[in-house]
């Protein structure tokens, strides 16, 4: 059984930054297409990023590009979410995804078939 556990959110004032991890066990971490999610109470799950098995495709949400990045160490078992400029509107609760199936990235939550619990980011204005 594959288990995610997300780690490093927190409350930052805007335009500071944060980095977000996902470590992974229990399955083959090299061969799973990683995806970030992030929600907010009310409202739909949303893709914020992904990253193919081996780290050269990369996709994000259109209001994150240029801001957030993801990477992946394979050797760690760890898919990270750099955070830059960040902005009251990124405040949500953030979870890491990982499937094994999938070919390259996806912006569909259900195309995920593990999901870490989540940790919660807040931004102050």
């Known amino acids: 059984q594959v288990q995610l556990v997300e780690s490093g959110g927190g409350l930052v004032q805007a335009g500071g930054s944060l980095r977000l991890s996902c470590a992974t066990s229990?399955?083959?971490?090299?061969?799973?297409?990683m995806g970030w999610f992030r929600q907010t109470p009310g409202k739909e799950r949303e893709f914020v990023a992904a990253?193919?098995?081996?780290?050269?495709?990369?996709t994000y949400f259109d209001s994150v590009k240029g801001r957030f990045t993801i990477s992946r160490d394979n050797a760690k078992n760890t898919v990270y979410l750099q955070m830059n400029s960040l902005k009251p509107e990124d405040t949500a609760v953030y979870y890491c995804?990982?499937?094994?199936?999938?070919?390259?990235?996806?912006?569909?939550?259900?195309?995920?078939?593990?999901w870490g619990q989540g940790t919660q980011v807040t931004v102050s204005s």
């Open positions: 995804a990982a499937d094994y199936g999938l070919v390259r990235p996806s912006v569909l939550g259900r195309d995920y078939d593990y």
């Open positions: 229990g399955g083959t971490f090299s061969t799973y297409v």
């Open positions: 990253i193919s098995r081996s780290g050269r495709i990369i």
